[in-house]
């Protein structure tokens, strides 16, 4: 004689099993999860310089005598932010003053002068600015140079005289000309 096994406490274990199991462990529940990270990188790895960009007079004169006049601009600035051991010079140039009638009063010496003034440096730098009364406005001209001693961020700021010799005689008009900042 064969002895069967009562169906009845089989299909309840095996019920009672299946659902510990899915109660336990769920087959739909997350048991990871995933977070996107994101970090933005940007490169402010330039060298720039920022100048005044209002107009500047120099002043007024007549022409009966040879005069000279100046002003001082608002300031120049240099931003280093290479991250390097390495220095850079600052450059200034500006062309003849003209009236546009054909008149002219010459930028090259000794009629003009630009003098850096003190060069206030940030950084891990060494600067020299122009010893006064500085160079004349034409030709293009070195006027701040920096060393630097380590890598990193540095800058540095000057508020410059900007001066020029207007001969006696010199036909009456607005003369102006452009000065132009570089630096590499």
């Not at 009845?8 to 999860?33: E, I, K």
């Not at 970090?39 to 060298?47: D, G, I, K, R």
């Not at 390495?86 to 010496?109: L, V």
Request: charged share 10%; aromatic share 4%; proline share 9%.
């Amino acid at each position: 004689m064969r002895l069967r096994a009562p169906r009845a406490v089989v299909v309840p274990l095996v019920t009672a099993a299946v659902v510990c199991l899915s109660t336990v462990f769920p087959a739909d529940a997350d048991t990871t999860g995933n977070t996107p990270l994101t970090v933005q990188v940007t490169s402010n790895s330039a060298l720039s310089i920022t100048v005044p960009t209002g107009n500047v007079t120099l002043g007024t004169v007549d022409n009966t005598a040879a005069r000279r006049v100046s002003a001082t601009l608002a300031a120049v600035t240099v931003n280093d932010n290479r991250n390097v051991a390495s220095g850079w010079t600052a450059f200034m140039h500006a062309n003849d003053f003209g009236d546009g009638a054909g008149h002219f009063i010459p930028a090259s010496s000794p009629n003009s002068n630009y003098d850096t003034g003190g060069v206030t440096p940030t950084g891990n730098i060494s600067v020299v600015g122009t010893t006064p009364p500085g160079p004349p406005l034409y030709p293009d001209t070195a006027v701040v140079t920096a060393t630097a001693t380590v890598a990193g961020i540095n800058s540095a700021t000057w508020t410059p005289t900007i001066g020029l010799n207007v001969p006696a005689g010199q036909a009456p008009g607005t003369y102006t000309s452009t000065l132009v900042h570089t630096v590499i």
